[in-house]
Structures are given as C-alpha cells and as structure tokens.
C-alpha cells in the first residue's frame, strides 16, 4: 500500500480522546518512551533515578515529542513482576512533573491500583500491554470518563511470553484479540473514541511473525480504530541486522516508516529528534499535515 493511498483512506478517527486533550490524529505522532527502570531492554538504568528520568521528559518534548509515555516496570522478554507499590514508587514523582510539560502523558502499566492512582493525578492515557484484562481495569476506566487506552496485543507474561509464538495466522489472531478486547473496552463503557490499539510487535512473537505482521498490519485498520506501532530497539531489528541493542537507530527508523505506511497513527519510540526528522519527510512525500515545530 503506498503512502499515499495509506493516508487517502478511510481513516479510523480522527481524534484520540483522552483526559485533558482530543489529540489529533490527522498526522503522524510520536511517543516519547520514558522508562523509569533499571532492566528495561533498551535503556534501563539510565532514568531510574526521578530526576533523570524527569530530565528526560523535558529532554523528550524539547525534541517533539508529541506524548509522553512513562513507565516502572520493565516488560522485556524474561522479567518478573513488581509490586504495585514499588512501581508507583518509582513514577509518581516523574507524574508530577511530566503533567507540567504541556503534552499528553500516559502511563504504561497493567495493574488497576496503579492505573488509579495515575489517573487521579491527571494523566491522559492508560497504555497497557495486557490491554485492560485485570479485573478491575474495565471498570476503573469507565469511572475516569475521558481517559485514553491503548489496547497491546500479547500471550502470557513477560516471563513465558516468547513460548507462546504457536499461531495459525499470526494478523488474523492479533486482529481478533485486539477486536474483543475493544469490544469488551466499548461493553464497559470506554467510549469508542478514548481507544487506540497496538499489535504487540515483539510481545510473544518470534521475528518472522513481526515482520509479517507488520507487512500486513494495514489489515488492523478494518477494526477502525488507531494504531500505534512500537518498533524501536526490538530484537526483531537485532536478528535481521546483526546490530546491538544500541546500534538500531536506523533499524527503528526503517521500521516505524514501514509501520506508517501501514496505516499507523503513533509511533512509540526512545529516540525521539531522529523519529521526528524521519516522520517529517514521510509527510512531506505523503503530502500530510507536517510536524509543527517547537519553539
């Protein structure tokens, strides 16, 4: 599908509604990942202190961010829980800050009691891998009548995750999860317009199935709502590259395009100014609405 006809198309909404802005997906955004650990995949340990990592939000939205997505607990292949105490410990003071900055924060978590507390400080979105699916989301949600969600595709836990790659069609079974988790989101009352969904790309899939499930990802976009792609640093772009963790830059830049031209509305990223470059000039060939600059 060429860029073009991606962004010709009929659209699934326009507009992210979430707790203190309709976000507008008329053009690409980018989300500014900030993980307040010290074993995330990626970068864990570089913002686990509050004021790194409060840093590194103002140091994200200097370089465009559009959003803010903050996370205490890693979700990387082989890690193991925490306790909802301790993860809130370590994000409520970078919350405080990150609210201050002017963009949409969301708060990448799949615990209710976390979720509470971060949505009665004010966020904007709830990101959740396990896409609502601890008992208490769903209702929790309807009360916060404005907040945003982000649905994830995954299987299991981050601890066996990556055993449960057994699928038939891997687009057809992500698209079905994805379709009764929003219809069980809608049936709780989540309006339709607060969500966005997200196909898990590296969550219970080996690279094969990433890469196809991204060469059809615009098959998603019949479930007419948004998607957000989270390609960055994954080991998917390690295994067709032969480069470390820290030498995927173009990887990720090469990926998140391709999920664009797929029908994406939001990438999910840890560098930020090279994404917004990268998205600028997709724009300008798709003759999109361009990134505004920052003053």
Not at 130 to 159: F, I
Not at 236 to 253: E, F, H, M
Request: proline share 5%; aromatic share 4%.
């Amino acid at each position: 599908m060429s860029i073009s006809k991606v962004m010709n198309a009929k659209a699934p909404q326009q507009v992210w509604q979430t707790t203190r802005f309709e976000i507008d997906l008329s053009r690409p955004l980018v989300m500014g990942i900030v993980n307040v650990t010290p074993d995330s995949f990626s970068d864990g340990g570089q913002h686990v202190s509050a004021k790194e990592a409060v840093d590194h939000c103002s140091h994200l939205v200097e370089e465009g961010a559009d959003i803010l997505d903050i996370g205490g607990e890693s979700s990387r292949p082989g890690s193991t829980s925490l306790s909802p105490e301790h993860e809130w410990a370590r994000i409520a003071p970078v919350l405080e800050v990150a609210l201050s900055l002017g963009v949409p924060v969301s708060v990448d978590t799949c615990k209710a009691e976390v979720m509470a507390r971060a949505l009665d400080k004010g966020v904007d979105i709830i990101n959740d891998i396990k896409a609502l699916r601890d008992e208490a989301a769903l209702p929790l949600l309807r009360t916060y009548a404005q907040a945003g969600v982000c649905l994830m595709h995954m299987r299991g836990e981050s601890s066996t995750m990556q055993s449960m790659c057994d699928y038939g069609d891997v687009v057809a079974e992500v698209s079905a999860f994805l379709a009764e988790r929003a219809r069980c989101a809608m049936d709780a009352g989540i309006d339709a317009r607060r969500i966005v969904l997200d196909p898990g790309y590296g969550f219970a899939k080996n690279t094969p199935q990433n890469f196809e499930l991204l060469a059809r990802q615009s098959e998603l976009l019949a479930l007419d709502f948004p998607i957000l792609a989270g390609w960055s640093r994954k080991r998917s772009l390690g295994d067709v590259t032969g480069r470390s963790v820290d030498q995927r830059l173009a990887a990720s830049l090469a990926a998140g395009l391709a999920a664009l031209n797929q029908g994406a509305r939001i990438l999910r990223v840890h560098d930020v100014a090279p994404t917004v470059d990268a998205v600028k000039v997709w724009c300008a060939a798709a003759g999109a609405p361009a990134i505004p600059s920052r003053d």
